[in-house]
């Protein structure tokens, strides 16, 4: 997936969830965040931001917040880039486990929650559940950070799913290169970690794909190990 017009900045503050303050070109801007998350290991003052220049003139904030570099390396914050890369990936056939489906929608509604992927392929339905990660501790990816209650509906809905026929995915889509693994964060969200074991268990496939993240995109890439507790 790629973005139109991208601009560098530099991060100052974040008032609130919604909104930061950011250097670009010199001059202070109120900008919007793509990520509702704390990323407060990210977003730090001093530290060099991707911004995606919007083009709808009546909008309150001219850019957003899309990535952050963390050193050398660019992580994408963008909580709406995962669910667009994991469906071009699916359509491309890059979800190995998957192929090619004959048909993919998105945001399909099951019960009481919408995943966000749905496809058919070979007689089968299924449905995927992104969950985008931005955490990472010395080249390790973790997943939440913080309580997602939401989460763990999810979750369980797919374990519900699963009983009635569905092939169903939880998809870990790390938002970086270069992670030497991938854990459940349970000092954070024990509920959430317990119920991928749980799910696992069920028969609920969990996949985990890195990502090769530029200034201007993001698409998924390969395989990363899951340390199932």
């Not at 309150?60 to 050193?71: D, E, L, P, R």
């Not at 992580?75 to 190995?96: F, V």
């Not at 992104?130 to 939401?150: C, N, S, Y």
């Not at 028969?203 to 993001?218: A, F, N, P, R, T």
Request: hydrophobic content about 35%; overall charge positive.
């Amino acid at each position: 997936m790629k973005y139109e017009k991208v601009h560098r900045g530099i991060f100052l503050e974040r008032p609130n969830r919604f909104v930061a303050k950011a250097l670009i070109n010199g001059k202070e801007e109120t900008v919007h965040v793509k990520n509702t998350g704390r990323c407060k290991e990210l977003l730090i003052r001093g530290r060099t931001i991707i911004l995606e220049e919007g083009s709808n003139p009546n909008r309150k904030t001219k850019y957003s917040i899309i990535a952050v570099y963390k050193g050398d390396r660019l992580i994408n914050i963008d909580s709406q880039a995962p669910n667009r890369a994991a469906w071009e990936g699916l359509c491309q056939g890059s979800i190995k486990e998957i192929g090619i489906p004959e048909f993919v929608n998105t945001e399909v509604s099951y019960k009481n929650s919408r995943f966000d992927l749905y496809y058919e392929k070979d007689g089968k339905k299924g449905f995927i559940e992104v969950k985008g990660v931005t955490l990472e501790d010395d080249g390790i990816a973790m997943f939440p950070d913080a309580p997602t209650k939401r989460g763990v509906k999810h979750i369980r809905e797919l374990m519900e799913a699963k009983k009635e026929g569905y092939e169903t995915w939880i998809l870990f889509f790390i938002q970086m290169k270069g992670m030497k693994l991938f854990k459940t964060n349970d000092v954070t969200d024990p509920d959430f970690a317990s119920a991928c074991v749980e799910a696992k268990k069920e028969g609920v496939h969990i996949l985990v794909y890195d990502s090769i993240v530029k200034e201007d995109s993001m698409d998924i890439n390969d395989l990363v190990f899951y340390k199932y507790k």
